[in-house]
């Protein structure tokens, strides 16, 4: 399962540094081991058997943390993200949500921002991504 959640960053992933317009993009150098390894949860949506769309997150003191969430190019502009966020946050017994995203990534904001997250930082990381943390009550 992490190789096919690594294809699908991959492909994902890409389409995101093209956005943000850098050639390194950190989330690209993670490798399958990195996922089975990251003690993450994932939630999937396939479509005829491929994997489409993957969200990972982690809950911890009553934080809800959201670390990932991609759809395959081929399926962009179906809904799935939103029905992936609205899975995870419609089950999480956490009282906050985070989120955190490139400020380039138009798609991915307007997204958050529909789900009722609000801006609360923005910084430049060690590799020059201008980005975003997002939150959202969920009680």
């Given amino acids: 399962m992490a190789s096919q959640i690594h294809d699908l960053f991959q492909r994902s992933y890409v389409?995101?540094?093209?956005?943000?317009?850098v050639d390194d993009f950190p989330p690209l150098r993670r490798k399958a081991s990195h996922i089975q390894s990251?003690?993450?949860q994932f939630v999937g949506e396939r479509?005829?058997?491929?994997?489409?769309a993957v969200l990972e997150?982690?809950?911890s003191g009553g934080d809800l943390s959201i670390d990932s969430?991609?759809?395959?190019?081929?399926f962009f502009r179906r809904g799935l993200a939103r029905q992936l966020m609205q899975t995870i946050l419609a089950s999480s017994s956490c009282r906050i949500a985070y989120v955190d995203t490139a400020a380039a990534n138009s798609p991915a904001l307007a997204l958050y921002r529909k789900l009722g997250f609000a801006d609360v930082r923005r910084w430049n990381t060690a590799d020059?991504?201008?980005?975003?943390?997002?939150?959202?009550?969920l009680s």
């Avoid at 389409?15 to 317009?21: I, K, N, P, T």
């Avoid at 969430?69 to 081929?74: A, E, Q």
């Fill in 15 to 21: 389409v995101e540094a093209g956005l943000v317009g």
């Fill in 38 to 40: 990251s003690g993450n």
């Fill in 47 to 52: 479509i005829a058997g491929d994997l489409a």
């Fill in 57 to 59: 997150y982690n809950e």
């Fill in 69 to 74: 969430l991609v759809v395959h190019p081929d």
């Fill in 128 to 137: 020059g991504i201008d980005k975003i943390r997002l939150r959202r009550s």
